[in-house]
Structure formats: C-alpha cells, structure tokens
C-alpha cells in the first residue's frame, strides 16, 4: 500500500507516468512469491542438514558408548589376567615349597627306616648268640640258673628294644606312604590348576604366553 502511495505522488502531472507505475506495482507480489518459495526450499534444505547433523550426532554418541564399554571390558580383562597370573605364581611357589618338604621328610624317614632295620638285625643276632650261650652253659645247674635269669632279663630288654623299633619302623614306613599320597594329590592339583589356566588362555581371560605352565620347574618327588 505504501508503494502504490509512493508510486501515486511520483506521477504528477505527467498522464504516461501515472500508467506504467501501477504495472510495476503488480509484478512486485510475484516476486515475493519468488522469494517465499526460494527460502522454503533452503528452509527444506536446512531443515534435512539439520536432521543429518542430529543423527550423526546420535551415531556419536553411540558409538562413545561403545568405547567407553569396551574400556571398560578391557581393564576387567586386564586385572583378571593379573590376579590369574599372580594366583599361578602363587600356586607355584607353594607347590614347590611343599615338594621340597615332602622330598626332605622322605629322605630322613627313609634313613632312620634303614638304621632301625639295621638295629632290628642286630637285635636278633644278639639274641641267636644269647640262646646258643644258654645252651652252652646249661650243664652248670647254678650258674645256668644266674646267668640264665641275667640273659632272660637282658632277653626280654632286647625283645623290647625290637619291638619298640620295629613299631617305630612301621610308623616310618605309614609316614613315607602318606607323603606319598600327599606328593600323589599335590600332582594332581597342579594338573587341575593347569587345565584352569589353559581353558583361561582359550577363553581369552589370559593373552597366549602371559603366564608360565605351574608344572613346569617343580622338581620331581
């Protein structure tokens, strides 16, 4: 309206003037038209860059999710890899002190087995030449009878001595068979422990190579 205004003053006197101004006036909506439509399109355009930035955006922030899990998931990886290391390690310290035990205790009672056989021998042969003495000296009644009573009493302190050492043999003996039933369970515990940190290096608990096979280096019994 404010053009048609303008456009109306500027016409004057002049009769030409007067008709053509109202011609421009009536191209000036089309154009607007023009324009309205111009900016819808870039709005349109605007409006779909904008929705492709928001999902890029969203796939973002995805995907920081995912990094941030996978962090996650690789720390827990990590200290379990090293409390399975540090458990091996420790398994295999123990087994190794216990063996040396075990193979030590062994050796004594295997040697004091031998010394109370050798004293059981010695026994016995005391004994033999106790009784061959007491046959020899059977004719003289009363010296018989003295000596007899000293070599019964010393008898009966050798068959004493005898027992009490082949008690002592026998629980030496027991002993040695329970060590090695306890060498026997150590083995097959390593053996367990083993198999566990295998299935952890095939299920990717443990990286190939991070830790040392227990039965390795443990010395045999």
Not at 5 to 33: C, I, T, V
Not at 52 to 57: D, N
Not at 181 to 187: A, G, H, I, L, S
Not at 191 to 210: D, F, M, N, Y
Request: a positive charge; proline letters at 3%; one cysteine or more.
């Amino acid at each position: 309206a404010g053009a048609r205004g303008a456009g109306a003053q500027a016409s004057g006197p002049s009769g030409a003037g007067a008709g053509r101004e109202p011609a421009k006036a009536r191209l000036r909506p089309a154009e607007m038209q023009a324009e309205l439509r111009r900016l819808e399109t870039e709005n349109a355009a605007l409006r779909s860059e904008l929705g492709h930035e928001r999902y890029k955006v969203q796939q973002l922030g995805k995907l920081r999710d995912q990094a941030s899990v996978s962090h996650k998931r690789e720390l827990e990886a990590r200290q379990a890899e090293a409390r399975a290391l540090r458990e091996a390690q420790e398994a295999k310290q123990w087994v190794e002190k216990r063996t040396s035990f075990a193979q030590n205790e062994k050796a004594e009672l295997i040697q004091e087995v031998k010394r109370l056989e050798a004293l059981l021998r010695e026994t016995e042969e005391r004994e033999a030449g106790i009784r061959r003495e007491l046959e020899e000296l059977s004719a003289d009644n009363a010296l018989v009878a003295d000596r007899a009573s000293s070599y019964d009493r010393e008898l009966q302190r050798l068959r004493k001595d005898a027992q009490s050492s082949a008690a002592k043999a026998k629980q030496a003996e027991q002993r040695v068979q329970l060590l090695e039933q306890k060498r026997v369970e150590d083995k097959a515990k390593i053996k367990a422990l083993a198999e566990q940190l295998r299935c952890a290096v095939e299920g990717g608990v443990i990286a190939p190579g991070a830790v040392q096979d227990p039965v390795k280096g443990v010395p045999p019994a």
